[in-house]
């Protein structure tokens, strides 16, 4: 029987005797394994990028929104003409008094123009409480977060982002200062360090001042979110219902609120991100399966092309089993060759993109690997089969009179 | 020793049924020197196919040393052509991207013999076939000759005890045809059973039995007079 080692070397003879099919084989079947790479390690970026950006903010919060859905239109309230009721600072406060409910903060936003010395500038303005710097583990640059004050109480003070503080003041002094906030004014006592952007939003070109300030501020009597930090995980399905319920009381037995977990949010955002994964991962599939049609067209050509030769060796004794391994060890050498180009170039595409963004984790998952390798091997020898199988059974005479 | 019992070979074309060869009885000893000639169209090159199992009977007998080769499965006929059988093609049938010696070492690589083996089995026929300068080229780089003389210690690598070669002067100018057939005749000297298929009279003239054929069948079959055979 044919040594294992010979028809390897034999085949390996064979590819590399017909150079251009070789490569454009591989090109094909690396191109796919690539795309793969790629595609997958660009999903899987993405999903670990958003999950990095939520768990930043804390997993234990709870976030309550008023109104019943963010985007429905039609609340039941709505329904039977009763409108919603204003989210307010007492509503925040009566949450504190659940056990597991470690600090709470309220949280109003607006935009107003920040003025010191005639120098102005316009940037979007944060209500809310001394809590809330805990909650989003901010650290101070200089000076103080607000005071841990009466919510209801509104002080003139505020802290602010470090580019503000640069536009602002420039080469001056900020802490102490008196700015003009619409128009009101307020006196710096913190400017907060450089958190970049966090969630979209800008930190370094915002001030922050108490809610209630915000309030009068702005002449809006309704928060735009309260974020609770819960004080154990597991709790939080508890918190939720003691939210619920809480406001329902308070707002005459309406439930006007939408309550949302970091938790609940970062799920979606990985179910969503896993989806366009595998769907991506899937689209680059049908390269790979492009390639293995490929294989099997320039397999079958090959073999008509190498008949005469095929009819020799059966004449020197190869039989058709023999014939058939010879072509599945050809196809086999092509598809794996060209899946290990395929993941030099996916890794190489990876590493291009983590150069060009190196805020994305663009890494490819283990699973898409083994995927691409296995899918490629399974191609190549499946699409080889039918071609292998002709040569097998070509009449050793007729072969031999074709040349 | 050769033996063929009834032996017909029908081919369907259209509607009608050629009888390739027909009710062929035929017996060659080992060691004969056989010359088969015929006008195209007669069965000598079916004749050969078959003696090389490369083509089955559609009935009578085959044996081959005492052997009924007729009944062997796909695979044990691969291996008896690999043992006993030699080929030699007018078209030499050489594989182009190997190199001479790669070409001669076909056979024993689909034997699955070990290399340190096959290498010394090779480099001693290239010597004994003066082809020890020609190994390391390919065949396009090989004169018409020289292909044929690699063609034909390919043909005799395993030690086959028959050698069956089709016009194997057909394709080469008449100084290497002599040299060619005069390399074969020295394997046949040697002991090995050599049947030649051959349109060439002086060809035919040089072996010990010539048979004719004419439409499948067996028109003469004669001995040369001087030679002595125990057939």
């Not at chain 1, 316009?122 to 650290?139: A, C, D, H, L, N």
């Not at chain 2, 340190?116 to 190994?135: C, H, M, P, T, Y």
Request: glycine share 8%; hydrophobic share 45%; net charge neutral.
């Amino acid at each position: 029987m044919l040594l294992m080692r010979d028809a390897i070397r034999f085949s390996w003879q064979a590819l590399s005797a017909n150079t251009t099919r070789t490569f454009l084989m591989l090109l094909a079947m690396s191109i796919g394994v690539g795309s793969v790479v790629i595609l997958t390690a660009l999903g899987e970026g993405a999903r670990n990028y958003v999950t990095a950006e939520f768990s930043a903010l804390g997993t234990n919060l709870v976030i309550i929104i008023p109104g019943r859905s963010e985007t429905s239109g039609v609340n039941p309230g709505s329904m039977i003409g009763i409108t919603e009721r204003d989210l307010t600072i007492d509503d925040a406060l009566a949450l504190t008094r659940h056990p597991k409910v470690n600090r709470i903060a309220p949280l109003n936003i607006g935009a107003a123009e920040v003025a010191w010395q005639g120098r102005k500038r316009e940037v979007s303005v944060m209500g809310t409480s001394y809590e809330f710097q805990k909650i989003r583990k901010w650290t101070m640059a200089q000076g103080k977060f607000l005071p841990n004050t009466d919510l209801n109480r509104g002080t003139s003070v505020c802290v602010i982002g470090t580019d503000l503080r640069n536009e602002i003041f420039g080469a001056h002094a900020a802490l102490g200062q008196w700015i003009r906030i619409g128009d009101r004014r307020f006196r710096v006592i913190g400017i907060l360090a450089s958190e970049g952007e966090s969630m979209g939003m800008d930190v370094g070109d915002t001030v922050i001042i108490p809610v209630a300030s915000a309030q009068s501020l702005f002449n809006v009597p309704s928060l735009f979110r309260i974020f609770v930090e819960v004080k154990t995980r597991k709790a939080i399905p508890k918190v939720i219902t003691f939210i619920k319920n809480t406001l329902r009381d308070r707002h005459q037995g309406v439930e006007d609120v939408t309550v949302i977990t970091q938790d609940a949010v970062l799920a979606t955002f990985d179910r969503i991100l896993s989806a366009l994964t595998y769907a991506v991962g899937g689209i680059a599939a049908i390269s790979l399966f492009v390639a293995g049609i490929l294989i099997m067209n320039v397999m079958l050509v090959t073999v008509s092309q190498r008949t005469s030769e095929i009819g020799l060796l059966k004449s020197l004794g190869a039989s058709a089993k023999a014939i058939l391994n010879l072509i599945l060890i050809e196809a086999i050498l092509l598809s794996s060759m060209g899946a290990l180009i395929g993941l030099l170039l996916g890794q190489a595409g990876c590493w291009g993109i983590r150069s060009a963004f190196p805020d994305l984790p663009v890494y490819p998952p283990t699973w898409a690997i083994l995927a691409s390798i296995t899918v490629a091997l399974i191609t190549g020898v499946l699409f080889s089969l039918l071609p292998a199988k002709k040569a097998a059974q070509l009449d050793p005479v007729e072969a031999l009179s074709r040349r | 020793m050769i033996k063929l019992e009834n032996i017909q070979r029908n081919f369907q074309v259209g509607d009608q049924t050629v009888h390739a060869l027909d009710d062929i009885n035929l017996t060659i000893n080992d060691g004969e020197y056989v010359s088969v000639m015929g006008p195209s169209g007669s069965g000598k090159s079916t004749l050969l196919n078959l003696l090389g199992l490369l083509d089955s009977p559609s009935s009578g007998k085959y044996f081959l040393n005492e052997h009924n080769v007729t009944d062997l499965n796909e695979n044990q006929q691969a291996t008896t052509r690999n043992k006993n059988i030699g080929f030699v093609f007018q078209v030499f049938h050489l594989v182009p991207r190997l190199t001479a010696a790669e070409n001669i070492e076909l056979p024993l690589i689909l034997a699955g013999i070990p290399e340190a083996i096959r290498k010394e089995r090779v480099n001693k026929i290239l010597d004994a076939l003066d082809l020890l300068d020609r190994a390391h080229h390919k065949p396009q780089q090989l004169s018409g000759g020289q292909r044929q003389r690699v063609a034909i210690a390919r043909a005799t690598i395993t030690e086959p005890s028959i050698l069956l070669a089709d016009e194997p002067t057909g394709n080469l100018d008449q100084k290497s045809g002599l040299n060619v057939i005069e390399t074969l005749e020295q394997l046949n000297q040697k002991g090995i059973t050599l049947i030649v298929v051959t349109h060439d009279a002086a060809l035919g003239a040089r072996s010990t039995r010539s048979i004719r054929m004419l439409d499948g069948r067996i028109e003469s079959d004669t001995l040369e007079k001087n030679h002595v055979t125990d057939a």
